[in-house]
């Protein structure tokens, strides 16, 4: 009953508990879902698709777990504007993995690393770093994202990552090697090839290649925006097989297509 004694709609209260459980960033699992509301998962999953299809969830690509939508986000916050690129990246990253067989990730800059949004990857059945998860932080200099960010950005953003890491350089010995010897040459090729590439001793994790290593390799290219360069999708496949050359030759132009097309259409978007 409401408070002036008018019955309520019980199908509409049950998706206002299943919409107070979710969070804007960190995901939350269906079975912790149905653990919290007690409610069958046939009627949970009836509830959450009605609320994807509402635009007020959804559920990431990547981990499958679900999520507020954008909309849930505070306004104005850097976090929104993650959670709603995101949301726009995911079915043309889907798009362009069964295009190319090949996965990617969506990765935003966010204090002083490039962050994971979102990933095609679960959809390709490539084995899968067991440290990465929506939110991973990846490292600006030895990652194909990262170069990428850093080759296009604004002079200003640059200066203050060069800045931020002259007074706490990197932890990861090959990182810092990177930037002090490397780095104007490695951004000065990105910018004049159009697209960045993974260091050779990176094993995409913030540890030494020495200690994690997820035999990955991949090309990179910023997500074009109104606002900047805030964001960069890449290609990512098994090293050993030594594709590189290969997967820029037939797969660069549909990267580039699809960075711009999500730029554009988180240009085209309201804010919310």
Known sequence: MSSDGSPSIRALERGIEVLRL??????TELR??????????????RILHTLERGGLARRSMFDGQWRRAAVWAPPHAASAADQRLAE??????????RSVLWPSDLLVYRDF??????????LSGLAMNPRYHVGYRVDLFLSAP?????????????????AHFRAQPPANPR?????????DAILEQTRRQGYAV??????????AMSEFDDGLDAIAVPVPMATGMHAAINLVWPRRYDLR???VEAHLRELIATAEAIGHAFDAAPAG
């Open 32 to 45: 912790a879902l149905h653990a919290a509301t007690g409610l069958p998962k046939p009627t949970l999953l």
């Open 88 to 97: 726009i990246a995911a079915p043309k990253l889907v798009a362009l993995q």
């Open 146 to 162: 990262g170069r990428a960010w850093l080759a296009f950005c604004t002079e200003a953003e640059r200066a203050a990552v060069m």
């Open 198 to 207: 993974r260091d050779a001793i990176f094993g995409g994790s913030e540890a």
């Open 245 to 247: 050359a290969k997967v």
């Open 22 to 27: 979710l969070r804007t960033h960190e995901g």
């Open 113 to 122: 690393a490039m962050v994971l949004a979102e990933s095609s990857r679960r």
């Open 175 to 183: 990182s810092a090697a990177v930037f002090v010897n490397e780095l």
